[in-house]
């Protein structure tokens, strides 16, 4: 799993389901989720959760996509085995991993230091810990 704190600053509600908005340094997340904490509420510092095989990498910034979370990394590691790839990802001081396929990450032609968008689905991230 991948981890890095943000904190809430929007909460939208219909019905069970909930669209929830985090500043994560300069940057902003969203989140999809039936259900939450009581808790949860705007203003409160979280630990967001998202496993590496979630996090795809871009080379192109600005993408038009239907995935609202689009975070600017630089590669600071990559790992090549036969058939994956774990590329670690440095955001504003926070380290993430990203695995992809070692053919991806052939065709992408990653280095270590080159600038990227790592992509994430608001349906992948999820709240791991409540910070007090």
Do not use: W
């Amino acid at each position: 799993m991948s981890f890095f704190k943000a904190k809430i600053v929007d909460i939208q509600k219909c019905d069970t389901l909930h669209l929830v908005k985090f500043s994560f340094n300069s940057q902003n997340l969203s989140m999809i989720s039936l259900e939450l904490d009581s808790d949860i509420k705007i203003g409160v510092d979280v630990k967001l959760m998202v496993k590496p095989t979630h996090i795809s990498i871009s080379k192109e910034f600005d993408l038009q996509l239907s995935c609202d979370n689009q975070l600017k990394a630089k590669i600071i590691d990559i790992e090549n085995g036969e058939i994956l790839s774990s590329i670690r990802l440095d955001i504003e001081g926070q380290v993430l991993e990203s695995i992809i396929t070692f053919s991806s990450s052939q065709r992408l032609d990653l280095k270590v230091d080159d600038n990227i968008v790592a992509i994430v689905q608001s349906c992948d991230l999820s709240i791991g810990e409540i910070y007090e």
